[in-house]
């Protein structure tokens, strides 16, 4: 009796162990990378802080309290066999990657993003966004209104979409110049905006020109301009009033239906890729 006693401590404690493992963002060892699956926006916020953690993984669908700031290399991805969603609900915008910052998003949706350049991301000076199988869908910004691409950045969207973003400039995205986007299998689908619908591209005053490729020649608009400020561009209207009253000139009257028909709807393929003009 004394001896199956004891056999039963040893199955608690491992057991014991295990649902620990599965607790929000606990690291969970995968060959050489670890690993964070988190169920909550607090654990989302402690596992893309932990260095330790290369990958952070989403169980459930989160609500992001405050913008996530990415200065280093992570990924993030929905758990196995699911596409989760990272939601602004219309007040934050979802992510800055910084200067070093190289981030890799896989099936997950970002909506409802909300900044002032990038509704859903900013890739600021020096970082690096990657983005595969995921869906954009309803952010807002003034400048970019799913993904704002700072000058020396860098972007790269493979199966991916986006839909329903709004913007002045850029209602998808926008590329500052001497920055980089490579778009490969990507849909635009009702993106507005004031001007470029889709993609605007700021192209450099020197050799080393914006490079856009992958995007249909309809769906970019090249634009000369000066670094930093936007010059040749008419200001925005009512750009100095609160995000949220700017948002609201944008809201879009789709219905919930519509959406989701719309973030399944299959990603064409474009073909040879183009550059932007000289």
Known sequence: MQVSMRAASLVLVVASVVAGREQDGAGLRNGAQDESRVTSWSGLAAAVKDVKREKVIFAEDIVVAETLRLARKVSLASAEGRRQTLDGRGAVQLAVVEKGGDVLVEDTILTNGAGYSGGAVDVKEGGRLELRRCSLV?????????????????????????????????????????????????????????????????????????????????????????????????????????????????????????????????????????????
């Open 138 to 278: 309803d952010n807002a910004a003034v400048v970019g209104g799913a993904v704002h691409v700072a000058e020396q950045a860098r972007l790269v969207s493979r199966e991916s979409s986006f839909v329903l973003n709004r913007a002045y400039y850029g209602g998808a995205i926008f590329v500052a110049r001497l920055a980089t986007a490579a778009l490969t299998d990507v849909q635009m689908r009702d993106n507005v905006a004031a001007l470029g619908a889709e993609v605007v591209a700021i192209n450099s005053r020197d050799d080393a020109a914006t490079a856009v490729v992958g995007i249909a020649e309809d769906e970019l608009t090249v634009l000369n301009a000066m670094p930093g400020d936007l010059a040749g561009l008419e200001p925005p209207p009512r750009a100095s009033e609160p995000f949220s009253e700017l948002r609201a000139s944008f809201e879009n009257t789709t219905t919930a239906a519509e959406k989701r028909r719309l973030v399944a709807t299959p990603a064409p393929t474009y073909g040879t890729p183009m550059p932007t003009a000289a």
